[in-house]
């Protein structure tokens, strides 16, 4: 059974950072891309970056490239998101999911961006 447990979120001014961090278990977290996806208050989900297995070829929407960052330490089965320069229209409840069962989410960690 895939599990994605999701931290690092709060409540942060704007300009401000932080660095979200996803726990997988249930599967080889080494083979399988992943990626972070979000979803602010009455809006559809939305992809925000994107890693391959190995940790290389980033990828980001537009709306964050320049400010987030995203990595990933296979031996310890752990992505991460260092979001820096947050504005208020990063707010939003943050998911990490994985290639290897795109259905399968956690409960995800809500980001609060506001002065």
């Known amino acids: 059974e895939v599990q994605l447990v999701e931290s690092g979120g709060g409540l942060v001014q704007p300009g401000g950072s932080l660095k979200l961090s996803c726990v997988a278990s249930?599967?080889?977290?080494?083979?399988?891309?992943m990626r972070w996806v979000r979803q602010a208050p009455g809006k559809e989900l939305e992809w925000v970056s994107s890693?391959?297995?190995?940790?290389?070829?980033?990828h980001y929407a537009d709306s964050v490239k320049g400010r987030f960052t995203i990595s990933r330490d296979n031996a310890k089965n752990t992505l991460y998101l260092q979001m820096n320069s947050l504005k208020a229209e990063d707010t939003g409840m943050y998911y990490c999911?994985?290639?290897?069962?795109?259905?399968?989410r956690g409960q995800g960690t809500q980001v609060t961006v506001s002065s």
């Open positions: 999911l994985s290639a290897y069962d795109l259905t399968a």
């Open positions: 249930g599967f080889t977290f080494s083979r399988y891309p």
């Open positions: 890693i391959d297995s190995s940790g290389s070829n980033p």
